[in-house]
């Protein structure tokens, strides 16, 4: 089981978590404004930013290392590749909705 043996391996590996603690903290925020301000955009554009920012970006960096580890079989790579594209499709698509609204 290993998840990274080359520098620029671990240098991915190192972007990757930062990047999702990055996104968790940007989708608390909007969830922060949304609470604040209790405006029906702002509900679907935190949901977005949850969704494309959170949720995404920790299923793809967990997915990413149990893949890596060998704990889940590589065949369900496109599988795991598809979901979370569809993630982010859903997020952009609140996001774009949330837009749309007028406030």
């Given at each position: ?25 940007v ?9 604040r ?49 569809l ?10 909705y ?6």
């Amino acid at each position: 089981m290993t998840i990274a043996t080359t520098p620029i391996e671990w240098a991915i590996l190192a972007v990757s978590a930062a990047s999702t603690a990055v996104g968790l903290y940007v989708a608390y925020q909007a969830y922060r404004g949304y609470r604040r301000h209790r405006s029906r955009p702002m509900q679907y554009l935190s949901l977005g930013l949850i969704i494309l920012l959170g949720v995404t970006f920790v299923s793809a960096f967990v997915g990413s290392l149990l893949l890596r580890g060998g704990v889940v079989p590589g065949d369900y790579r496109p599988g795991f590749t598809l979901l979370v594209r569809l993630l982010q499709l859903l997020g952009v698509a609140f996001i774009a909705y949330s837009l749309s609204l007028r406030g």
